[in-house]
């Protein structure tokens, strides 16, 4: 199973005029002047420190103490003047200051019902203003003229555009009806002027948010589908990859497959008179063969689906079922193999585990039989409630392997794709040589995918 690590003496005489000629390069290029260091006297500015954003727990709170202590304060300043200016009644100003100011953190939850509250609201607490100077702005003052823009700004933010004008358009009608009635005692010129300030001001605030909302709206969707965007060109790019994949399997590895499978099939007929183990041995490779060529095609089905999958009948789906068959191939092919599964494959496991067991059974199998030929493996599987043990050890050989046999293994592609598959459902995998000269594999998988500690 130990890979071999000594290439040919023409792939070290390449080696070494690759690295010749990059020498020769690298003497012959112009030299590249370094840039200078900074001198002391200009010390490189600190890291801008990355802003960290607030948690949604923490937004919430900060946005409703801000919420809350501006209608406090709104309130402390409506109550006062209403009463000292206005000479609203004290029996109701405190109901009708609350219920207008209330408006505000209202629009939060119930926009269209702020609405309603706000406007009469401050309808009533303009006909009950009942004296007061004339000089004083009326029918709104200037704190439930900024609670009022608040409101509707709030409104704008939560409801949509044209609910907001509503509201906006009905405060300007509750000022023009207040203003109508109470023109005996109010100049209406002087009313009409203040109606005019309020609607400006409300109209800007409430026009600012239906503005402010729509950008960050705008640019959430932008940012949706930038990543859609991104996610497709990603889905693509792996679709093409795994075609490309398919497509270098089927060149490289089923062709090369077919052919010999051809001729370990054709054998016994190209060659009459053939003793009987080795026409056995030929129907071996053939069917050895045929199999990979099958699970092959169900691989390059799962490549070239547009999601990854394919039929269930169609995946390859070998499991701890399936490792008895496999340790009889193996010994079919001429390996002696001591096979000691216990109760391991009594209880179930993940299909995606039992494919991973199976494919590093399978592997440490085939790199015994390359690198070991002639030696004895043993095959171990422990199984407890969470955890699926793999032991795969071979002695050393009792002859020495031709030198190209591991050449022509894959160079350790093999072990580091068990380590993957392990990886991959949350196990680990840990190989060796023993002390003895042979080779470990012990491949610890959970019973459930991920399910590792």
């Known amino acids: 199973m130990t890979p071999s690590g000594q290439g040919t003496a023409a792939g070290r005489s390449r080696r070494g005029w690759a690295v010749l000629r990059r020498r020769g390069q690298a003497s012959a290029a112009p030299a590249v002047p370094t840039p200078a260091a900074p001198t002391p006297s200009a010390p490189a500015a600190p890291p801008r420190r990355a802003w960290v954003g607030l948690s949604t727990t923490r937004r919430r709170w900060l946005f409703w103490t801000v919420v809350g202590a501006v209608s406090i304060g709104l309130f402390t300043v409506e109550v006062p003047l209403a009463v000292s200016i206005y000479h609203v009644p004290t029996a109701i100003v405190f109901i009708l200051v609350a219920a207008h100011v209330a408006a505000l953190p209202l629009a ?27 000089t004083a702005p009326w029918p709104w003052a200037v704190a439930p003229l900024i609670t009022q823009a608040l409101t509707l700004a709030m409104i704008a933010w939560k409801e949509v555009w044209w609910w907001a004008l509503t509201a906006w358009a009905a405060g300007g009608v509750a000022s023009v009806i207040a203003a109508l009635v109470m023109f005996a005692r109010e100049p209406l010129p002087a009313s009409l002027t203040n109606i005019v300030v309020f609607a400006n001001i409300a109209l800007f605030t409430t026009a600012a948010a239906i503005v402010v909302r729509q950008l960050l709206r705008t640019r959430t969707q932008l940012a949706a589908e930038r990543e859609t965007s991104g996610s497709e060109r990603a889905r693509r790019q792996l679709a093409d990859e795994r075609a490309r994949i398919a497509r270098e399997l089927h060149d490289v590895v089923a062709h090369g497959m077919s052919i010999l499978n051809v001729q370990a099939t054709s054998a016994p007929y190209r060659h009459p008179g053939l003793p009987e183990e ?41 499991g701890l079922a399936e ?55 043993t095959v171990t599987a422990r199984r407890d409630s969470r955890l699926l043990d793999l032991t795969i050890r071979n002695g050393p050989a009792p002859a020495r392997p031709r030198r190209d046999t591991g050449s022509l293994a894959g160079a350790g592609f093999g072990l580091r794709g068990m380590r993957e598959r392990a990886t991959a459902v949350g196990g680990t995998v840990e190989y060796g040589p023993t002390p003895d000269g042979g080779y470990r594999v012990d491949a610890v998988l959970p019973v459930h995918a991920g399910g590792a500690s």
Do not use: K
């Not at 926009?111 to 401050?122: D, G, K, T």
């Not at 009533?124 to 007061?132: D, E, Q, R």
């Not at 092919?333 to 059974?361: C, F, W």
């Open 108 to 134: 939060v939850w119930r926009p269209r019902e702020a609405s309603a509250l706000s406007v009469a609201a401050a309808l009533v607490l303009a006909l009950v203003s009942t004296g007061g100077s004339h």
């Open 278 to 318: 080795v026409n056995a041995e030929f129907e071996q490779i053939a069917a050895q063969t045929r199999t990979t060529l099958a699970e092959m095609r169900r691989l390059l089905g799962v490549l070239r689906s547009e999601d990854g999958q394919t039929d269930p009948d169609l995946a390859p789906q070998p």
């Open 323 to 377: 490792l008895g068959a496999l340790i009889e191939q193996a010994r079919a092919a001429g390996a002696e193999i001591l096979y000691q599964p216990g109760d391991a494959l009594t209880q179930s496991v993940d299909d995606v585990v039992g494919l991973a067991a199976y494919r590093i059974v399978q592997e440490a199998l085939s790199n015994a039989l390359r690198h070991s030929p002639g030696a004895t493996a």
